[in-house]
């Protein structure tokens, strides 16, 4: 599972903070945006899966390093990966680039867990639209 999914998007002043540079916790949502289109580009529908089989996959946890700093107007591409798929979890690698220039690393692991906010194993159908796109992109 090494395929990369694409999102290019950009910063705008909005995101910054007064210093005229993207503030910290603005990337979460950048990078949560790639990972929201790789699963909608699998055909996973977030929504109806929570309505029809009561399934959601809150991060559980997310690690983060900036190794540079960004700005608005900055033309970026978050890089999203599956790197696990578990039993009740995965783990995807999600990277921010300007050009070339690798400017954010993160890892984020999901559970997946059922109404109750227990685990509950990976359905077979949403194991196989993973792996497809992984391999695909």
């Known amino acids: 599972m090494s395929e990369t999914h694409r999102f290019p998007t950009q910063f705008y002043w909005e995101d910054t903070d007064t210093a005229g540079i993207v503030y910290y916790a603005n990337y979460l949502g950048f990078l949560e945006r790639g990972r929201s289109d790789l699963v909608r580009e699998a055909s996973i529908d977030q929504a109806t899966l929570l309505d029809n089989e009561g399934v959601m996959f809150p991060v559980r946890r997310c690690e983060i390093n ?14 999203t990966r599956v790197q696990k798929i578990g039993g009740a979890n995965m783990e995807m690698g999600l990277d921010i680039y300007r050009g070339d220039e690798h400017t954010v690393r993160s890892k984020v692991q999901l559970a997946c867990v059922g109404r109750s906010g227990r685990p509950q194993r990976l359905a077979a159908h949403i194991r196989a639209a993973l792996n497809e796109i992984t391999i695909a992109s």
Request: aromatic share 8%; hydrophobic share 30%.
């Open 66 to 79: 900036y190794l540079q700093q960004l700005h608005p107007d900055n033309q970026i591409e978050v890089r």
